[in-house]
């Protein structure tokens, strides 16, 4: 079954250094997203991404952060300078075109976070 | 932002029993109400959804009641099997922008 891989699983950083996690959704679908689960808290919408632009973003993505898509597999997500704050599970999901129903979203395993 | 609430942290079963978790939403504009079901190390997997215009669905043994009075769901898992134990996310979405619950932490016990 086709899914969604994220790398990498754990990475541990020093606040104010820069932090690429990768994506690579699955190879039909159409829209990616990330998400972020501080820990015992719920699952935020950070961003949507859909043909090589931002589609809609939260109030959580702000300049610090931003996506890319560089080369039509890999879907990153760069943090630019790292706070506390900001540990968290990161999780990546893509989505086909949903036509007239719901929007599924596919998600990877996530990325660790770990800011000291 | 607090658009889809799921009041219950965690929920404990006996197997072959129904467990029902429950959700509350303020956004009349979601069109799609879903739910995901995570274990840990895991991200969330989709389980069933519902749109807005309908009150029920269902799938095996899971079933997603809508109220769009209330503005309430509701997942009914019947039986319940051990291998449920999981963190159920109550998501609503409008668009391409999905809202995910805090979660329930369902127990089924053997």
């Known amino acids: 079954e086709p899914e969604v891989t994220q790398t990498p699983s754990h990475q541990v950083t020093q606040m104010g250094q820069e932090v690429i996690l990768r994506c690579v959704p699955i190879?039909?679908?159409?829209?990616f997203y990330w998400y972020r689960q501080i820990l015992g808290q719920k699952v935020e919408f950070l961003v949507s991404?859909?043909?090589?632009?931002?589609?809609?973003k939260s109030e959580i993505f702000d300049d610090q952060f931003s996506v890319e898509r560089p080369d039509g597999s890999n879907f990153t997500l760069k943090i630019r300078s790292t706070k506390l704050e900001d540990s968290a599970m990161y999780f990546c999901?893509?989505?086909?075109?949903?036509?007239?129903?719901?929007?599924?979203?596919?998600f990877g395993a996530g990325s660790r976070l770990t800011v000291l | 932002d607090q658009q889809v609430k799921q009041n219950s942290p965690s929920l404990s079963v006996q197997e072959g029993r129904i467990s029902i978790l429950n959700c509350d939403y303020t956004?009349?504009?979601?069109?799609?109400f879903l739910w995901y079901k995570k274990y840990p190390a895991e991200g969330p997997t989709f389980l069933i959804s519902?749109?807005?215009?309908?009150d029920k669905n269902e799938d095996g043994r899971f079933t997603v009641f809508l109220n769009k009075s209330a503005k309430h769901l509701s997942l009914h898992i019947v039986p319940s099997q051990p291998g449920d134990s999981a963190v159920y996310f109550c998501?609503?979405?409008?668009?391409?922008?999905?809202?995910f619950g805090a979660g329930t932490r369902l127990f089924v016990k053997a």
């Open positions: 999901a893509s989505s086909v075109d949903r036509g007239s129903g719901a929007n599924v979203l596919t």
């Open positions: 190879s039909n679908h159409l829209y």
């Open positions: 991404f859909y043909n090589n632009e931002i589609s809609e």
């Open positions: 956004n009349s504009m979601f069109d799609y």
């Open positions: 519902i749109s807005s215009i309908k």
């Open positions: 998501a609503a979405s409008v668009g391409f922008k999905t809202i």
